[in-house]
């Protein structure tokens, strides 16, 4: 790996300095909190934005925020090859990922596109094979129990009626999956830029796609739509992103992807109290399923996995 770790007194303001430990655990609690708010967010801006634009523009704006910021305060600028970087992390996490999320959305409930994103920690655990991994019995046990709850969960019927937003979405998944395992192999940029890079890229790829593919904003948006995308812009990108790029870079996989263990539920229980959603009963027997399978996967259950080996 390339790129050097985020440490405390990089983002931490002048004169302040923070434990790792202490910047770890808020990063863990943004991943844990916010996203699990994003996809009923997604949901209110997709009313007055099309998935692939409205991604664009959060990402665009974001991205855009954060790397003038960035420049004001002296940082370097990503070389050229940590811009391809960036960019091969951007189209697979941001407009792979993210703009097949919201394209998902139009298909199907917040909360059931929540539910299977959370089986990514197990693509994650399958896609790391290439990589060199070699699972322990408990890791291929919590895939078999999540992939069994993957399949209960598409027993759901807004599934049956739109299983095109199963496509969607495992795409998503696969790509967020891959471009993750890539992040600590490749040269990108330092610190917060490489989170400025990656989604100044992921968003002008999107936006471009957006706009040849036919997409345009008709109307005007909704108080809701855009307090959602502001939501978006600010929270769920600058916010949860540079927590989790920092995670991946700090911590193991398996932590980093912890989130997979919180944002279902809450998801869940959100767009069915403030989005009206309605959920059927395979989706509550599905999702314990998939929770306990990541379990195995993160050693929660198997402990077993984590005794050191010879």
Partial sequence: MTSTPVTAPEIAPAGVVISRRSLIIAALLTVYIIWSTTYLAIRFALESFPPYLMMGVRFLIAGGLLFGFLILRGAKLPTRKQWLSAGIVGFLLLVMG????????????????ASLIAAAPLITLVLSLGFGNRPKRGEWIGVGIGLMGVMAL???????????????IFVAITCWSFGSLLIKRLDMPNGAMGNAAEMLIGGVILCVWALSSGERITGTPTSSALFALVYLITFGSLATMTAYMFLLKNVSPALATSYALVNPGLALVLGVILGGEIITGSAFIALPLIVVGIAFVFGFIDRKKQQPTA
């Fill in 98 to 113: 993210m703009g097949n999320t919201a394209q998902a959305e139009t298909m199907i409930s917040s909360g059931l596109a």
């Fill in 154 to 168: 598409t027993l759901e019927g807004n599934l049956q009626a739109n299983p095109l937003g199963l496509v969607y």
